[in-house]
């Protein structure tokens, strides 16, 4: 929803009616992830995609259908058959999507999770997809963390699932549909909600405000990381050097990191990327980094030789192999970058493919599915994939 949430407030501001689209669940390679979302505006405007031109045709006119009757409809894509002109994914994939009619009567809430994305506050959204009774279908509730009030989906059971497994998924940043039975059962099937999880943007923490750091800034932003560089040399570390950059802060690097995860602020999505080859910075900041519970992902700029001295002192502040196992260094996957920019590419590249559980192979040359599912299972959920 993110992609189309400007427009979207823009008409249910003024009061209008739009035909909403939602990719609620993926099998396969399907193109676009759950939570994709296509628009049909008042004036019949086409916002957003579902499936990158696939189905947009198909989900165009069901939207409009949608708008008129008030009745949402959970509508299944897969691959397109010998007539030419079926309805399908060329690319092989199915997947599920859940096309409803979304105003200011039947999404009052949708002012109250634009601000909280806008201040960056953690939301989801849970909508029931799929349900014996027609009357539950559509509902639609909000899971905030430390919000104890209940749900209003019909029982407390569900209200207890659907609330446990939603704020499990928004930890985790990922949208789902999970799967219960009807009165919110976890063994059961025939209820289906599907969960937006709207978490603040994942964290990228770049050490070293060197002309490579510049070049991993904007392609972390473009990943859609907030973007922070830290360095402790002030004439460095300079707003004007790092546009791209959310924040540039002037601190010891390791004393910076430790502050933010004694603050919370460092999570499971985090990834940090240490580009100061400088024993004297790299050491301290990777001896704090490499002993925190939950990060993404840490990678260390240098040479061979760097590498082989830097393990060495690791090991001498007492680092086990353990810990020294979570490093990647020299940082990076080989494409055989040389100028800063492709060295971003690089380091992006491992980055995305130790997200996914990628090879870094060339696809040309692997058999199998294209896209990888990101496995961070919750517990008691029953994930449809």
Do not use: N
């Amino acid at each position: 929803m993110r992609e189309v949430l400007d427009d979207l407030m823009r008409w249910w501001g003024a009061g209008e009616t739009v035909g909403v689209g939602t990719v609620v669940a993926t099998f396969q390679s399907a193109p676009r992830p759950p939570g994709a979302s296509m628009l049909v505006g008042p004036g019949g405007e086409a916002v957003g995609s579902v499936s990158g031109g696939c189905v947009e045709g198909a989900v165009y006119e069901l939207a409009q259908s949608v708008v008129d009757s008030g009745e949402p409809v959970l509508e299944r894509y897969g691959v397109s058959d010998d007539d030419a002109f079926a309805v399908g994914l060329t690319c092989g994939g199915i997947l599920d999507v859940f096309v409803e009619k979304v105003s200011r009567e039947t999404f009052p809430e949708l002012a109250e999770v634009a601000a909280d994305l806008e201040a960056g506050r953690p939301v989801a959204v849970a909508t029931v997809v799929e349900h014996p009774d027609p009357a539950l279908l559509g509902r639609r509730v909000l899971v905030r963390p430390g919000d104890e009030q209940p749900l209003g989906l019909g029982s407390d059971r569900m209200d207890d699932a659907v609330r446990d497994d939603a704020l499990g998924l928004l930890a985790a940043g990922r949208s789902e549909t999970l799967g219960y039975g009807p009165d919110g059962e976890r063994r059961g099937e025939g209820m289906r909600v599907f969960v937006w999880a709207f978490a603040p943007k994942p964290r990228m923490l770049v050490f070293g405000a060197i002309d490579f750091a510049a070049a991993v800034a904007r392609v972390g932003a473009f990943l859609g990381y907030h973007v922070t560089v830290c360095d402790a040399r002030p004439v460095f570390a300079t707003a004007t050097r790092f546009p791209e950059a959310d924040e540039v802060v002037v601190d010891w690097p390791h004393r910076y990191l430790a502050a933010e995860a004694e603050a919370g602020r460092v999570d499971a999505r985090t990834v940090l990327c240490v580009l100061t080859h400088d024993p004297k910075f790299d050491v301290p900041l990777l001896e704090v980094a490499l002993r925190l519970p939950d990060v993404a992902y840490v990678g260390a700029m240098g040479s061979r030789r760097t590498h082989d001295d830097r393990l060495a002192r690791l090991r001498d502040v007492g680092i086990t192999d353990d810990e020294l196992a979570r490093l990647s260094s020299p940082i990076g996957l080989d494409l055989g970058a040389r100028t800063p920019e492709e060295t971003a590419i690089s380091i992006a590249a491992e980055i995305v493919a130790s997200r996914w559980g990628g090879t870094g192979e060339r696809l040309a040359e692997r058999p199998g599915r294209i896209h990888h599912d990101l496995a961070l299972p919750v517990e008691g959920a029953s994930l449809h994939r």
